[in-house]
């Protein structure tokens, strides 16, 4: 109860403080919030770059790279693009209990049975059918297709508001460049953040797909490759891959345990001993399968610019706090007569203290308020510098959390040593 | 001003016994000139990375990207037709000088890309890494005049080096500069066969990847587009100089008259691909400067703070000082005196800071080593900002009535 | 050396006009030790601090040592304070974080002497004051009596035409204060014109001429000593008052 009563008696000496002196606890409240809002929205893109897209089984999916190429050119690294016939030999081990092949392509899509002719640019993810389970992509309608070469699509739901706004479209059939498919699934909204499935070519913060085409069909329709392809031989476009040494497609497999997976490791590696015992594997075998967040990790998703940037916040905050611990202790300075009568009057070290961080820590909540405000103000602002870093501009509820946290601490902080030092003016000293 | 009427030593006495303030300012000093002088590289790095020749027309060179969006373009005679119907309008239109088609733009990072070799030396790609990853650019023939490319040797592809598509014949090529350096040194390359055709010319550089040396600028044409129409993305058309606006506003309508389904991505020059760019770089470097004005801003509150805490203190002092008979300028002076000296301490503080900073950076983005004229910048616009946030509290300071001085506290 | 006609200084609050002094009219001549008393509130602070050039007045004339101070700028009041006029506070007003030899310093830096002239000067007050042998003490490490001799040197060290001293031993024991007003009396027989604000009447008594100030106007003076003496040296600066060796105080480190 008595703690209760001296709580509210502190805020309230520490309201009169802020009265007492509005312009510079203005100043204190704005200069942490500007050091708070600042880091903290470059936290908030760091957080979005390195976090786990899948937590609930990102220990389980490897992405296979294999080192196939069909020369001694010294390519050494193993390939995160494979061909054809390594692909299927994936798709057709039963070690996995899913896998996914597949190849990004794009394509201009409009539903058939609109009048209209007006088609909108799609992305596509040309893949075998486990894609979906291996993903958890969620399904709003539908499901997804059985076999790889069905003329049958997914679409996302962007593209479904799009052009069926958001209404259930399994069963209608688009037109896909020239060609019909039947959706047959429809997707909920997904938000991969960083996108595990396709994180080369700096498509690490893409949005996931438009549309989700079976992969023998996409490559019969000829969909072109839209990312990195390498080849030995020329070759006229998709259609022509399947039997060259063209190098196009990820592969990922689900395995849920070492045991597995080192069936599977065995697996890659037989298959590439067939290879050399038949002369069309120069270079020494080396598959690797890589989880999600080791592959993410290997592929250095995390935008250096924005590192380089949160370490120049960080220093502003210190800069900050700096600045708010010197104007306090000019504040403290000119109450130390106030101090003085109190202590005579029988306060404690201890009660002066407590008064002391109880105004810190109420600047410290408003600053913290003040700061979401401006993080979320610095990141838009960092999105129209960086216009890249947009699907990643996204304040978490933990971030607002260590936001208005890291205000708290900085604010308290910054009064410690004005505290320290006003309890050390003697009594008798102020009050002669 | 006269200096004589101060005592830097007691000056600097009364510095040391305030350690915790002065120390602070000190260290946000510190911080800011570092931030600010890094800042400033940052700033002129790009400057200087956007200020490159780029070998090419630029201000001249429009660039209109598109794809076309219906099934029937699966067709390739009939995309080609309707591309060379486009390229023939385009051509019409008052202003424009020439017109071509190809599948990449120079100023951009990787791309299409085939090794290279002289046909009897494959072993050269293993002595230069660059020979592996040659820009591999699909041009029609009028390229080299809409582009702007000077001919150093032989000459630019004509209609001769198309060949029919079905045709297994070696293709004529024209490569850069640096690339018939990097094949075939001093000698001409003029008739030399390649893994990827036989030379007949060769242009002055241009900048092709700018992530790669000046010297690396590999890459080599092709009049191969017509057969590979699917990935035909980009119109380039050299404007006639001052009439860039007006073509500009008409390439869309042309393309769209010659056939309606085609998505029109961008209409841009080759300066603004430049730009482009380097939007991240530009970008990266503008946020900086965002935060060091912040920065400033609260260094100079500091500043400010700082001086009206110790003229609040020093009141007194002043009172005597100015009844002994210092003048008001004498104690403006001695005020700003004493914040000039932590500046000072502040700048020198902050080099090591620059430095170190500089050095933590570059752990993440590259960018030059910071030098003494940057800094003597930065510090002087650390003084400036210094003084004028100090301003005030000197005036009020030196504002102070000497009569203070009889006062019993 | 200093001449007072019907000067009035007024304290204007909100509602209420103060008249600090009325009609206020001094004459001080060269060498005399004048003594300035009256209760507390009666105005002779004000007058010292107009005496000083610290404070301005409303009405009336003031000249000193032949200057007519009214309209002067804030800049040549400086000049004036800093050339002819040495100060002896109360509280002494040394600046802590200084040394003995830099307190007597500072105001020399303000006429712009040469360093080696102001070194000379100063090592010469302080010799008068019996303190040469702690130049590089802080204030803090004196007693107050020592602190209020470091104080006389810095008033000396200018070579001031007149010394004003407001109660220059009323923070002092009796012993301290003893030793200040010998220096005082010392420094007027060597020919120092010196004005003190005192409410001690023993001092009062001691000097040559003893003023009174009632509600801002001078009351009576009666005259204590014959003045015979310091008519012959008129003009004299008090820096040629040869020094008097005073006992040392010890104080406790």
């Known amino acids: 109860m008595r703690s209760v009563s001296m709580l509210a008696y502190n805020l309230t000496l520490a309201m009169q403080s802020f009265k007492r002196a509005p312009s510079l606890y203005f100043l204190v409240v704005l200069t942490l919030s500007i050091g708070v809002g600042l880091l903290c929205a470059n936290l908030a893109l760091v957080n979005s770059m390195a976090s786990d897209p899948i937590p609930e089984k990102s220990e389980q999916l490897f992405h296979v790279s294999m080192n196939t190429w069909p020369n001694d050119d010294p390519q050494a690294e193993p390939f995160h693009i494979l061909r054809y016939r390594e692909a299927m030999k994936i798709v057709s081990s039963d070690i996995p209990k899913n896998s996914a092949v597949f190849y990004a392509s794009g394509v201009y899509a409009r539903d058939s049975a609109s009048p209209s002719l007006k088609r909108f640019d799609s992305s596509v993810r040309a893949t075998t059918p486990g894609f979906f389970s291996l993903t958890n992509a969620p399904f709003a309608y539908g499901s997804g297709f059985i076999k790889s070469s069905v003329m049958e699509v997914v679409i996302g739901h ?74 030995t031989v020329s070759y006229k476009g998709v259609k022509f891959t399947r039997d060259r040494d063209v190098f196009y497609l990820q592969a990922w497999v689900e395995l849920e345990n070492s045991v597995k997976k080192q069936a599977f490791q065995y697996y890659l590696d037989n298959y590439s001993q067939s290879l050399k015992d038949v002369g069309e594997h120069p270079l020494a075998i080396r598959n690797e399968l890589r989880d999600v967040n080791a592959w993410l990790l290997e592929q250095n998703i995390v935008d250096q610019k924005v590192l380089a940037f949160t370490l120049a916040s960080v220093l502003f905050l210190c800069v900050c706090v700096f600045n708010a611990s010197s104007l306090l202790l000019s504040r403290f300075h000119s109450a130390k007569f106030e101090v003085g009568l109190r202590r005579a009057i029988g306060a404690s070290n201890k009660n002066i203290l407590m008064q002391g961080i109880t105004e810190s820590a109420l600047l410290g909540v408003i600053a913290g308020l003040l700061s979401l405000l401006l993080s979320w103000l610095f990141l838009k602002l960092s999105t129209k510098f960086l216009p890249d870093l947009e699907n990643l501009a996204v304040l978490e509820p933990k971030l607002l959390l260590l936001g208005v946290l890291l205000a708290l601490v900085t604010a308290i902080f910054s009064a410690l040593y004005p505290l320290y030092r006003g309890n050390r003016y003697t009594i008798s000293a102020e009050l002669k | ?75 390739l005679d009939y995309y080609r037709s309707i591309v060379n119907e486009d390229l023939s309008k385009l051509n019409q239109l008052p ?92 000698e001409s390359a003029i008739g030399r066969e390649t893994n990827n055709g036989i030379i007949v010319g060769v242009i002055k550089d241009i900048m092709l990847d700018p992530t790669l040396p000046r010297d690396k600028q590999y890459g080599l044409f092709m009049n191969t587009i017509m057969k590979y129409i699917f990935i035909g993305r980009f119109y380039v058309i050299n404007v006639e100089p001052g009439q860039m606006a007006n073509v500009r506003n008409q390439v869309s309508d042309t393309i769209l008259a010659v056939q309606a389904e085609r998505d029109i991505f961008d209409v841009f020059t080759m300066s603004e691909h430049l730009k482009n760019f380097y939007r991240d770089d530009q970008g990266l470097s503008d946020l900086f400067l965002l935060l060091c004005g912040l920065m400033i801003f609260v260094t100079a509150i500091s500043s400010y703070a700082y001086s009206q805490f110790h003229i609040s203190r020093q009141k007194k002092y002043i009172g005597i000082r100015r009844a002994l008979g210092a003048r008001k300028q004498d104690i403006l002076l001695y005020v700003l005196t004493e914040n000039w000296l932590v500046y000072t301490i502040g700048c020198a503080l902050g080099l090591v800071m620059a430095l170190g900073f500089n050095i933590l950076l570059s752990q993440y983005i590259s960018l030059s080593k910071p030098d003494m004229m940057l800094f003597l910048l930065a510090s002087a616009v650390i003084f400036v900002a210094g003084t004028l946030a100090t301003w005030i509290p000197a005036v009020k300071t030196s504002n102070i009535p000497p009569v203070i001085a009889t006062r019993t506290v | 050396m200093l001449k007072m006609n019907n000067i009035s200084r007024i304290y204007q609050s909100d509602t209420i006009q103060t008249h600090a002094l009325r009609d206020f009219s001094l004459n001080v001549n060269a060498g005399e030790f004048v003594a300035v008393t009256g209760p507390s509130g009666s105005g002779k602070s004000t007058f010292l601090n107009v ?115 407001d109660e220059p031993t009323g923070n002092l024991d009796s012993l301290m204060a003893r030793q200040v007003m010998e220096i005082l009396h010392d420094l007027n027989k060597g020919g120092a014109t010196i004005i003190m604000v005192t ?37 004299k600066n008090t820096s040629a008052v040869a020094s008097k060796n005073v006992n040392e105080e010890v104080v406790d480190a």
């Open chain 2, 95 to 186: 202003g424009v000088n020439s017109v071509s088609i190809t599948n990449q733009l120079p100023i951009r990072g990787r791309g299409m890309l085939s090794n290279t070799h002289d046909i009897d030396n494959p072993e050269q790609e293993k002595a230069d890494k660059y020979l592996k990853d040659v820009k591999y650019t699909l041009a029609g023939e009028h390229l080299a005049e809409a582009m702007g490319f000077t001919i150093i040797e032989g000459r630019f592809l004509n209609k001769s080096d198309e060949l029919d598509f079905d045709s297994e014949a070696k293709n004529n090529i024209v490569i850069t500069e640096s690339l018939k350096k990097g094949l075939y040194g001093d």
């Open chain 1, 158 to 231: 962007e593209l479904n508001q799009k052009i069926f706004t958001g209404e259930n479209s399994v069963g209608k059939v688009l037109e896909l460049d020239g060609e019909l498919l039947t959706i047959v699934g429809v997707l909920k909204p997904w938000r991969l953040r960083p996108l595990f499935y396709h994180a080369t070519e700096g498509r690490a913060f893409n949005l996931t797909d438009d549309i989700y085409a079976p992969l023998e069909t996409s490559i019969d329709l000829g969909w072109s490759i839209h990312a990195r392809s390498s080849s």
């Open chain 3, 51 to 165: 005496a000083g050039l610290l404070d301005n007045f409303d009405r009336g004339q003031y000249e000193l040592d032949g200057v007519s101070v009214q309209g002067l700028k804030d800049d040549e009041l400086s000049r004036l304070r800093n050339e002819k006029i040495g100060f002896i506070f109360q509280n002494y007003n040394l600046i802590p974080d200084y040394s003995i030899f830099d307190n007597v310093d500072m105001p020399l830096r303000y006429r712009g002497f040469s360093a080696s002239e102001r070194k000379r000067r100063v090592e010469e007050a302080l010799e008068k004051v019996g303190l040469a042998s702690r130049l590089k003490y802080l204030p803090s490490q004196l007693s107050g009596g020592q602190q209020q001799r470091v104080a006389i040197a810095r008033a000396l060290a200018g070579e001031p035409k007149i010394l004003l001293a």
């Open chain 3, 199 to 235: 409410h001690d009447p023993d001092q009062a008594r001691e000097v040559s001429r003893n003023v009174q100030v009632i509600d801002g106007q001078l009351a009576d003076f009666r005259v204590y000593a014959p003045l015979d003496r310091q008519a012959e040296q008129t003009g």
């Open chain 2, 1 to 75: 001003m006269n200096f004589a009427t101060l005592n830097i030593k007691g000056l600097i006495k009364s510095l040391l016994l305030r350690k915790f303030t002065t120390g602070l300012l000190i260290l946000q000093l510190a911080i800011t000139l570092g931030l600010l002088v890094n800042s400033a590289i940052l700033a002129f790095d790009t400057r200087e990375k956007m200020s490159q020749p780029t070998g090419l027309d630029d201000e001249n060179i429009l660039i209109v990207s598109t794809h076309p969006t219906s099934g029937s373009y699966r067709d």
